[in-house]
């Protein structure tokens, strides 16, 4: 299996239709999407999901399958949205684990490497993530990455906290 980027224990590989029914398992549980600001996805979204990610990918970023590098399991997405903050183009980072690989620091693995490469590869001076102010376990992983609230921020009418973590000089 070839991987775009890789951490020590997990690889991501760019999003093609072959990853459809891996990416439903994930945008179509609820429990993952629950504090997810758009919320469960139908057949057709996960389908335009996966689009959007193929043409991301052009600008250098986008959405990723996640792997275990020692089981080669699929264990959810991550990756980049474009964010406009002050006008500015960003990289939003975001990832959804399947249930069975939560609480491994898999994420804070993956949002690490994710603002690491962001800041340093692709060239960006900053990077963010929004999180539900509800959830706990998310917003220590944008901690363990690096990041620092910024304070409340309003998120398709939904009250998130926002986390950013610039590059160092």
Known sequence: M???LKTERLGLQKLTMQHI???KSV???EEIMFFSASGVKNDGEVKDYIIHSMSD???GYGQYAAYELATGEF???AGYFSFLYEEHADLEIN???LRPYRGKGYASELAKKLADYALEDLGYQRVFGLVDKRNLASRKVLEKAGMQTLGEYYYH?????LYR???KA
């Open 2 to 4: 070839e991987f775009f």
């Open 21 to 23: 029914d891996q990416v």
């Open 27 to 29: 945008l179509q549980d």
């Open 57 to 59: 990918y052009q600008e």
């Open 75 to 77: 264990i959810g997405v």
């Open 95 to 97: 990832y959804r684990l």
């Open 157 to 161: 009418e939904r009250k998130t906290l």
């Open 165 to 167: 973590r610039h590059k």
